[in-house]
Nanobody
Framework: QVQLVESGGGAMQAGESLTASCSTSTAISAVDVVGWYCQAPGAQRELIATIARGEEVNYVPSMEGRFTVSKDDDKNTMYLQRIGLKVEDTGVYLC?????????WGRGIQVTVSS
């Protein structure tokens, strides 16, 4: 069973920067795809970006320029950054990995941005 543990987030102020991390129990370099989703209150989960094995980060167009997604294979960790948080960035942020068609999820972190 693959385990993912996110950290970061919490109560933040508009204009601050978010750095969230997601540590995995498996070799992140070997998985097929890693990525992040966000879910605003009352909204559906939205994909932010994915990184397929051996490829560059692929952002959803509406997310590009707002978030930075990266991974460190040596640490088996992926990252999500947002500079200049806005109130509308409030939501739950979840990381995932996909291995042979199976998805594994972190529990998500709550980010609440106040003005």
């Amino acid at each position: 069973q693959v385990q993912l543990v996110e950290s970061g987030g919490g109560a933040m102020q508009a204009g601050e920067s978010l750095t969230a991390s997601c540590s995995t129990s498996t070799a992140i370099s070997a998985v097929d795809v890693v990525g992040w989703y966000c879910q605003a209150p009352g909204a559906q989960r939205e994909l932010i970006a994915t990184i397929a094995r051996g490829e560059e980060v692929n952002y959803v167009p509406s997310m590009e320029g707002r978030f930075t997604v990266s991974k460190d294979d040596d640490k088996n960790t992926m990252y999500l950054q947002r500079i200049g948080l806005k109130v509308e960035d409030t939501g739950v942020y979840l990381c995932f990995v996909m291995i042979n068609g199976s998805y594994y999820w972190g529990r998500g972190i709550q980010v609440t941005v106040s003005s």
